[in-house]
Every structure is written in structure tokens, then in C-alpha cells.
């Protein structure tokens, strides 16, 4: 019986110590195919590492602005790809787009904005498969923001998803040694 305990315990506190598993094996991130670009200029924007169905918040962040972009809904190996027209009376500057999931906070590598606007039907034409915007997107790394960006955190950690377990864990080991000191205190009485 005390090996029986002992191993239960054992269980409890491998509970308690137990990092969480994702489906995928590294951080979430944002990428894009151009790193500077016109106001009005079509980006691609790739989430990859995201969990399956995540809903993502998708938005432009700049040193003034912050501009929504809708919801997104990654796929089963938890990616997702937007095509982002930006607004052609957008501000030169520095920008980053930012996703939203329930458990991270994504930036991705800064996009610099500058020059005269691109008009809308700019008498491009029709795409064809010699299109740059068809053609496999360049990979940048996950950005590391040093230029001071207001209210923009460079990316929330995958710990704030594993606090959230911290009580339920602690509660599994109270009544795990609850139980376990009564079935000894039953086999105690049991053996007088």
C-alpha cells in the first residue's frame, strides 16, 4: 500500500512540475515578404506556429496609429497567410503588424513606409504566374524591436499560458494527499 502512495504522490507532484506541451514546437510568429515599402502597397503577412483554429487579431502598429485588420483564422498546422493593402494616406514611418491570439502577442519584423503612394488601379493589369506577390515569401526572423514603439511588448511569453495551470495543479496535489492520508488513516484503523 505504500508503494501504491508513494507513486500516487510521485504522479501529483509530476503534475505540479510538468511544463505544458503545444502542438507545435516553437513560438508563434509573424512573417512578411518586404521589409519597406509605398503607402498603399500590397504586404504579405504569414503567421506561422499559431495553434490549430487560433483565432488571430491581425493590426498595423506605427509610432501614431494603431489600424485594425481583422480576424483570422489559422489552419490545422496553425498558419495563416493575409494579403495586406495598406492605407495610401499612411504616415513615412516604421510600422510592425501585431497578432492576437488568447495566449501571445506576435510582432513581426518592422516595415518602413515611404515615398509617394501607390493608386489604386495603377494600371498593373492582370496578374499572371511571373507576378512577384505569386512567388514563394522570403522568411525574415521573428523581429526583436529596439526602436521605442508605444504600447507595442516585443512578444508576451508562452509562461502566462502555463500560470493559468499553477492553481488547478496545486488543487490536484491538496486532494491527492488528502486522499492518501486517509486511506492510511483507514488502514491504520483497519490494522488495530
Known sequence: MKKIAFGFLLFIFALGVAQPVYAHGGQPRLEINIDHTNPGAVVDVRGVEFGYDDLVMLALLGSEAEIALGEITANAEGEFQQIVVLPSDLIEGTYYFRATTIHHWVISPPLTVWGTAVLEGGGQGERDEDDGLLAPMPTFAP??????????????????????????????????????????????????
Open 143 to 192: 523581429a526583436v524591436v529596439t526602436a521605442p514603439v508605444a504600447a507595442v511588448p516585443v512578444e508576451a511569453t508562452s509562461a502566462s499560458a502555463a500560470n493559468r495551470n499553477v492553481p488547478a495543479l496545486i488543487a490536484l496535489m491538496v486532494i491527492g494527499s488528502t486522499i492518501v492520508a486517509i486511506v492510511f488513516a483507514i488502514k491504520r484503523k483497519n490494522s488495530q
